[in-house]
C-alpha cells in the first residue's frame, strides 16, 4: 500500500491558515468604538463577523491540503483539492511527471490525464519517490496481466 500526501504545500497552507485567523482576530478586537466619520460604531457583532471571514478565509485555505493519492495492487484512489477518484488499474496507461509539470498525472488508456496534485513538483525527491512508487505498482499489475493472458 502505497500513501502519499503533498508535504510543502501543506506547511504553507497551515501556517497561512494560522496567520489569517490571527489576523483577522486582531482586527476584530481592534474593531471598537465609532467609525472614522462618526456616523456609526462598531459592536460585538461586527468582531464576530471579522474573525468569522479569517476561520472561513483559513478553510479555503486548508482545503489545498486535501490532495491524497492511495494505491495498493487493486488500483488507486485519487483525492484532489475538489474532486476524487478510484481506479483500477487496468485504466491507467502510466504514471507520468512532465519536465516542468507542477504534479504528477495518471495517462487513462481513454487518452484522459488525471492530474495527482498530491505529487507535486516543490516536493522535489518525496514527489519523484512516489512517482516510482506508482509506477513500480503499475508495472506489477501489468506482469500480472501479461502472466494471465499467456497462461490462456
Not at 499489475?141 to 501479461?146: D, I, N, P, T, Y
Amino acid at each position: 500500500m502505497v500513501r502519499l500526501k503533498p508535504r510543502r504545500i501543506r506547511v504553507v497552507c497551515w501556517s497561512a491558515a494560522v496567520a489569517l485567523v490571527v489576523v483577522f482576530g486582531l482586527v476584530a478586537t481592534s474593531l471598537s468604538g465609532p467609525t472614522g466619520d462618526g456616523y456609526g460604531s462598531f459592536q460585538r457583532g461586527d468582531q464576530i463577523a471579522m474573525i468569522g471571514l479569517g476561520i472561513f478565509g483559513a478553510l479555503g485555505f486548508l482545503l489545498f491540503t486535501r490532495p491524497r493519492v492511495e494505491a495498493d495492487a487493486r488500483g488507486i484512489r485519487v483525492r484532489n483539492v475538489v474532486s476524487s477518484y478510484e481506479l483500477p488499474w487496468e485504466v491507467v496507461r502510466g504514471v507520468r511527471f512532465d519536465r516542468g509539470a507542477p504534479w504528477a498525472s495518471l495517462e487513462l488508456h481513454d487518452d484522459d490525464l488525471l492530474p495527482l496534485v498530491a505529487l507535486q513538483a516543490a516536493d522535489k525527491e518525496l514527489a519523484v519517490d512516489g512517482v516510482r512508487a506508482l509506477r513500480r505498482l503499475h508495472e506489477a499489475h501489468q506482469a500480472r496481466l501479461a502472466e494471465r493472458t499467456a497462461d490462456r
